[in-house]
Structure formats: structure tokens, C-alpha cells
RNA sequence: GCGGCUAUAGUUCAGUGGCAGAACGCCUGUCUGUGGCACAGGAUGUCGAGGGUUCGAUCCCCUCUAGCCGCCCCA
């Protein structure tokens, strides 16, 4: 009989791998705490048409990624209904925005979320079915300022501040406006007109694309294509006055805020919603999967799904790829303990106990060792888990005084009981 | 969804058509209150799963599964 194992594309993060993902996910609470954005929790499945409406029927996320079922009826009379495990969160968000009317407050919501997402592709590298992201999402009615330039400036400048605050070095901001919808479908038409007349000289991907989808040969990263695709025409000259106008101003905010960024004529993301500022954060060494984050404004998307006009700009980030990345950059390391606790002998396991009790309400991290062990096996267990150990035997017990050594100066002190846990907070080597 | 590579001890990986190997890690002892070093000893595997060829398969063939790399796409 074959052993159960998790199911492809996704997998257990064991205590090794979860201290990281926490840290991450505290960075990120107390950075969007500061910004003034507050949480929200939508449902992992949705109505299909949600997506399918949001994200587009086009996208290869709607036509061939989802995970989607027929919920089954529970009456003859019932419909069955279609559901989908969310593949993204933005539309689940704006869902929940319009729903609930957040627009009648007139304020501007400004929202995160950080929670699994599903996508049925092969895994590899930085991919899988199951996957976490963090996003947030800045939208509102046009009064409150939802469409200034100011909220995407202010959201870039907050992701760089967060991957700094992460110990993220060496990403890159690349960034472009695709334009209203209308410029868009312009660009296409100019795109589909330029590319006629050469794409028979370009890779067989880029002849499909120039009839699917134009907007992809600009993402090309075949070297003989990229010369006819330095002769294309690029998006920034099919902008209207307001969305050249509104970039300028992005950009403006930005160098003031001294936040570095790459204009990249060519990024286009996939996502139907996405209208004028698009931008990535990308970093080496992810492989094929270089992307960090990915967002952009949706100054239509509320509309699309129903809803009152609500422009919005949003990110989402992928929690696993910062995991590796981070991993990458050996920022990481699990935390040793404050304190391991060594008993000499079975007999000293409750005081012993009692000890890391007094010691744990103050705070501290404290791994408690074993009475049995010989105290050359509770040193080697020590030192893999704890900066210091703390001896407690007979002597130790009598006299009120503890034995406790310092793995980092290998430097042995007697400290009175009544001081330990102030003696232990400080940091190792001290 | 497509193409390539891979799967052997806890981990990283050698290896052979005829009893399964190394390093590191782990356990024990030298050492009954002092780790990292040293020395001596020890345990561990359905050789990813299923089928086929063969006297005999971990090795050759097929199928499946999973991982990695690339494509597609994306976080």
C-alpha cells in the first residue's frame, strides 16, 4: 500500500521553515499598521464568476488554472452552483468592497490580506498549487482620492520600505502605465498593425502571440526576436493626455521619496484588470520565477464586477518567494533558545520543571533538558537548541545560586535564582 | 498543458545484471557535574511505486508518481 503524501504543488512548512514565514508575515502587519491599512479575511472559494468576470475569461488563470467545481445541490430544487478556490485575492476583496458598501463611507479602505491562493499549474521553483500571498489593496469612491497618483506612490513607497524591513536586498522596481482601457485596446490595434508585416521572421511563441494576445510578444526572451521588438511601438505613445499626465505624477512622488525604480516599456501583466500604473518587483535567483510581487491599478475592476465606480491599486506578493529569496540571501536563521535547562538526575526533573515555568512567564524562550541524560548528552543537546544552559543540580538546588554558560564566550557564571531571568534576557555573548 | 534531467540511509550523494556503500548527522563508550576536538564501537534502507525482460533487476525496458530546470504563465 502506498504511503499518503501531500498532493502535488503543495507542502508542509515545518518549525525550521515557519519561523521565517512568521517573521515575514510580522514584518509585513507592522509596516502595513503604519500605513494605516487594516486586515481583511475573505473566503478561500468564491463564485466562479467572480474570477471569471475579474480576472478575465481570457487570462490563462480563468481558462486553464482554476480549481472549480459544481457544488452539489442539497435539494431536487436547488441549483447546483459553480465554485472556485480563489486563484488571486483582488477580486475576492473588491467582492467584499462593494458588498458591504464600504464605498457609503466615502473614506478611502485601505486593506491587506495574507492567505493561500490556489493555481493548478505545474509546480516548480518558486510555484506551487498552493501558494501564499500578501497583498493589499487601496480603493475607494473618486472623492476620497482613490485615482491619485499619490496612492500609487504611496503604495510603492511602502513595498520598499517592507522588503528593506525584510532583509530583502538587490530587488528591482520596474514600472509602466499600460494606460486607460480605451488606450489599451488602441495599443493593440497599433501592436497587431506593426507586428503583421514582421512576425513571420519571429519564434513560433511570438507568431501565436501576435494573434492571441500582442501584448505578450513585449515579453519575449528570445534574442533574435528582441531587435523587432526594440522596433515595435511601445505603450507609452498610445497613452491619453490624463494616464501620461497621471504617470508623471507617480513617478514625480516617487523621486521625491527617493525610491528607485526601472521604467520597463514592455511590462504588461496578464491580469485583464489592471489599467494604467503597472509595476514588479523582481530579484535574482528565484530562476524562472522572478517576480517578488506584482500589482498595478484596477480603476475599473469595481464597475466590472457590479459594483459602484471605485478606482483602486493593489500588489500582491509571494510569501513563498520572499521565503526563498530570503533563504537565498542567509537572512535566515531559526532562533535558538534563551535557555536550555539540564537537571542532574531523574530526581531534579520537577524542580527543573518548575524553574522553566518561572522562567517562560517572563518571557523567555526555554527548552527543558532531561534528569537521565548524562550532562555531556545535555550539553550536546544544549548547544543545538539554546544560547546558554542552565545547570540545576543538588548544588544548584541547595544554594539558591544556578550554574549557567554562555555557548558563544563558553564563559560559566553562578547566578542567584531571584536573577536568572534578567541574566538570561540579555543577549548571548554578554 | 509541453520539453529535458533526476529519484539509493535522517541529509548530501557514489555504485554494481549476482549479499547495499561513503561522508555528514544520529546512538553508545573512553568521560557517574561540563559541549564544540579526538579516538573506539554501533544502528539505519521495501535502492520512489507498479509491471516486464532475465536463472537472478537497485542496475536494462515500459507505465505511473514526485522533485528540479526550461517553456507557457504568474506571486
Not at 467582492?95 to 493561500?116: D, M, N
Not at 491619485?148 to 530587488?171: K, N
Not at 506593426?194 to 515579453?219: G, I
Request: glycine letters at 10%; hydrophobic letters at 40%; one cysteine or more.
Amino acid at each position: 500500500m502506498s504511503t499518503l503524501k501531500a498532493v502535488r504543488g503543495t507542502r508542509d512548512l515545518l518549525p525550521s521553515e515557519t519561523a521565517l514565514w512568521n517573521r515575514i508575515e510580522a514584518t509585513a502587519r507592522a509596516v502595513f499598521a503604519r500605513y494605516n491599512f487594516g486586515e481583511i479575511r475573505t473566503p478561500v472559494f468564491e463564485d466562479t464568476a467572480l474570477f471569471a468576470r475579474g480576472v478575465g475569461e481570457e487570462t490563462d488563470i480563468v481558462s486553464k488554472e482554476m480549481y472549480t467545481w459544481e457544488d452539489r445541490a442539497r435539494a431536487q430544487s436547488e441549483k447546483t452552483q459553480s465554485l472556485t478556490l480563489r486563484p488571486e485575492n483582488t477580486a475576492g476583496v473588491v467582492r467584499a468592497y462593494i458588498e458591504h458598501q464600504l464605498g457609503e463611507t466615502g473614506q478611502l479602505q485601505k486593506l491587506y490580506y495574507i492567505g493561500p491562493q490556489f493555481r493548478r499549474e505545474r509546480p516548480q521553483k518558486g510555484r506551487y498549487r498552493q501558494f501564499s500571498q500578501i497583498g493589499a489593496e487601496v480603493i475607494g469612491p473618486t472623492s476620497a482620492g482613490s485615482e491619485s497618483p499619490l496612492r500609487d506612490a504611496e503604495v510603492l513607497e511602502m513595498l520598499a520600505t517592507l522588503l528593506d524591513e525584510m532583509g530583502i536586498t538587490g530587488w528591482t522596481l520596474e514600472l509602466n502605465s499600460v494606460g486607460s482601457a480605451a488606450d489599451r485596446a488602441r495599443y493593440n490595434e497599433a501592436l497587431r498593425a506593426a507586428l503583421a508585416p514582421v512576425v513571420d521572421k519571429m519564434c513560433v511563441d511570438c507568431q501565436r502571440r501576435a494573434v492571441t494576445n500582442p501584448l505578450r510578444v513585449l515579453d519575449c526572451k528570445v534574442a533574435a526576436d528582441q531587435p523587432i521588438i526594440d522596433t515595435l511601438p511601445v505603450i507609452s505613445d498610445s497613452l491619453d493626455e490624463a494616464s501620461r499626465v497621471h504617470f508623471a505624477a507617480v513617478t514625480a512622488a516617487l523621486d521625491a521619496a527617493g525610491v528607485a525604480y526601472t521604467r520597463n516599456h514592455r511590462l504588461v501583466r496578464g491580469l485583464d484588470y489592471y489599467t494604467r500604473t503597472t509595476f514588479e518587483f523582481t530579484h535574482g535567483g528565484l530562476g524562472a520565477q522572478n517576480a517578488l510581487l506584482g500589482g498595478g491599478r484596477y480603476d475599473g475592476l469595481s464597475e466590472m464586477l457590479g459594483g459602484p465606480r471605485a478606482p483602486g491599486i493593489g500588489f500582491a506578493m509571494g510569501e513563498d518567494r520572499l521565503v526563498l529569496t530570503l533563504q537565498a540571501l542567509e537572512a535566515a536563521h531559526a532562533p535558538k533558545a534563551d535557555a536550555f535547562i539540564a537537571p542532574l538526575g531523574e530526581g531534579l526533573n520537577p524542580a527543573a520543571l518548575a524553574l522553566a515555568k518561572e522562567l517562560r512567564r517572563a518571557g523567555l524562550r526555554v527548552e527543558l533538558g532531561e534528569g537521565g541524560f548524562r550532562l555531556k548528552k545535555s550539553f550536546e543537546a544544549a548547544d543545538k537548541t539554546a544560547r546558554r544552559i542552565v545547570i540545576m543540580g543538588e548544588d544548584e538546588l541547595q544554594s539558591g545560586i544556578l550554574t549557567v554558560k554562555d555557548f558563544a564566550t563558553g564563559l560559566q557564571t553562578k547566578v542567584p535564582r531571584a536573577e536568572l531571568a534578567v541574566f538570561l534576557s540579555k543577549p548571548a555573548g554578554e
